[in-house]
């Protein structure tokens, strides 16, 4: 038979009051609901066209270009700001590709000639003689090594001015020759040297 405990025994024990005290400290106040720091929605509704999909989409992205600094860039303003180097693409932008640049616009290549040889070849290759369309093979693997050659010379310039260099002879090679196969006077960014220039 199990012993009976007394009243006394059963009484809790008294809390200490520092215990207490630490108990009800806290921020004091309860946590507010969402809906109550939040605010009011509108109600948002799903478009039901296409064309109020289109109208809500160009009114957001009203709403963000308005909340940029600064006044909207117009599409001529961008092409003034790529053709004088002030603003760069991603491709152009590091001290390799703007020595490439420097590069190709102070000295003359085949690759200069490239373009309007290829439309010359390709005209006359549409007669039919085998012989032409084996030139015209010709010069393209003749591009291709004058491409490697550059890269290979720019790579070399960069390493020693810079310490590295962007991209291995390939890669920077075909960067100068996209540019050399074009007219200086579409080239951009537009030529900060003259042709003869030293680099």
């Known amino acids: 038979m199990l012993p009976r405990k007394n009243a006394a025994d059963e009484a809790p024990e008294p809390a200490d009051e520092a215990g207490d005290e630490q108990l009800v400290r806290g921020k004091g106040r309860p946590t507010p609901k969402r809906r109550d720091t939040v605010g009011v929605r509108g109600p948002v509704s799903a478009p039901k066209t296409r064309k109020e999909a289109y109208a809500r989409q160009k009114q957001l992205a009203k709403q963000s270009r308005t909340a940029r600094s600064g006044p909207p860039q117009t599409a001529a303003e961008r092409r003034a700001a790529l053709r004088s180097g002030q603003v760069l693409s991603r491709r152009d932008q590091g001290d390799t590709r703007a020595l490439a640049r420097d590069y190709v616009d102070s000295r003359r290549f085949l690759l200069s000639n490239y373009l309007l040889l290829v439309i010359v070849l390709m005209l006359l290759a549409m007669i039919g003689f085998w012989i032409l369309q084996l030139i015209a093979f010709a010069v393209f693997l003749g591009c291709l090594v004058e491409w490697y050659a550059i890269g290979g010379k720019i790579r070399k310039m960069a390493i020693e001015r810079y310490g590295r260099a962007d991209g291995g002879a390939l890669t920077i090679g075909f ?22 220039d030293t680099i």
Request: glycine share 10%; proline share 14%.
């Open 175 to 196: 960067y100068a020759g996209s540019r050399a196969y074009l007219p200086r006077r579409w080239r951009i960014p537009v030529p900060r040297v003259d042709k003869g």
